[in-house]
């Protein structure tokens, strides 16, 4: 599993996996996604990920028409863009390659995913590996790797803490060495090699599904 939340998600629904499931996140990879300057001007906030309900983007995009300033960018499509479109101040990519995110963090100061529930958080933590501040989800595995110095989880259901997270997200430092040093601690290569381990000692001990995760 990816997260701790999906183990316990997993295990509760399929009881023989219980004290079998091993959690290893999905990693990023720090070299691609690495600080860069932000740039100048008021504050823009970037979404990665499908426009759909469970990613929560009406209620962020009615958050950010709260602040009043800053831009917000979508990377990504789905069956919302039309309840997108028109806003003041929100660009619509449509989907995009994942060779360009990289390149979209840097032209942001936030990362921005309230998800309904998120079972990790891959677009914040590439987000956070790139020096940038996020607003995430308190609903599933983002709790686990986003520390309060890196930015702000809230209730996704609260348009008001939504738009009180961007507010006080946009704030951090710029970049903010804290996001990029909880990052680090998510090497993506670190964890191919604990899943390698895992792997051969299954392979060695067909009992070993049944040790405490990793």
């Known amino acids: 599993a990816v997260s701790d939340y999906l183990r316990r998600e997993l295990e509760a629904k399929v009881p023989a996996a219980r004290g079998k499931t091993q959690v290893v996140d999905s990693g990023v990879d720090l070299e691609r996604f690495r600080p860069s300057p932000p740039?100048?001007?008021?504050?823009a906030f970037l979404c990665v990920g499908s426009l759909t309900e469970r990613k929560n983007v009406i209620r962020l995009a009615r958050a950010f028409e709260r602040l009043g300033e800053g831009t917000l960018t979508f990377a990504g499509d789905g069956p919302l863009r039309g309840e997108l479109e028109g806003r003041k101040d929100v660009r619509l990519l449509g989907a995009v390659a994942y060779e360009r995110v990289p390149r979209l963090i840097a032209e942001s100061h936030v990362v921005c995913q309230p998800s309904l529930i998120?079972?990790?958080g891959q677009a914040?933590?590439?987000g956070m590996a790139c020096g940038r501040s996020v607003v995430g989800t308190t609903v599933g595995g983002p709790p686990e790797f986003v520390p309060a110095e890196a930015g702000i989880l809230v209730d996704p259901l609260d348009e008001l803490a939504i738009a009180a997270a961007l507010r006080e997200a946009a704030q951090l430092p710029r970049p903010n060495p804290a996001a990029r040093a909880a990052a680090e601690r998510h090497d993506v290569n670190e964890q191919a090699r604990r899943v390698e381990e895992i792997l051969l000692?299954?392979?060695?001990?067909?009992?070993a599904g049944s040790q405490p995760e990793v």
């Not at 740039?39 to 504050?43: A, D, R, S, V």
């Not at 000692?201 to 009992?207: I, K, L, N, S």
């Open 39 to 43: 740039p100048e001007g008021p504050p």
């Open 118 to 120: 998120e079972p990790f």
């Open 124 to 126: 914040l933590l590439e």
């Open 201 to 207: 000692r299954a392979a060695e001990d067909p009992q």
